[in-house]
């Protein structure tokens, strides 16, 4: 079963300026795909009301 996730790309003061929606096996999966984004931008990942993980900028 696919878990529907969200995933909220940030500026640099934290504001959404990009939504994503995946659809994934589980948060690992998820993680993984948040990991392009956060090369640029703070990512938010949520699975509905849960906030799996904020990746912060790798640069």
């Known amino acids: 079963m696919m878990l529907e996730y969200r995933m909220y790309v940030l500026d640099k003061v934290g504001k959404i300026v ?10 690992a999966d998820a993680v993984s795909g948040g990991k392009t984004y956060a090369r640029k931008n703070d990512v938010e990942i949520w699975c509905g009301q849960r906030v799996v993980t904020v990746l912060h900028t790798l640069t």
């Open 18 to 27: 990009e939504r994503i929606d995946l659809e994934c096996q589980n948060d």
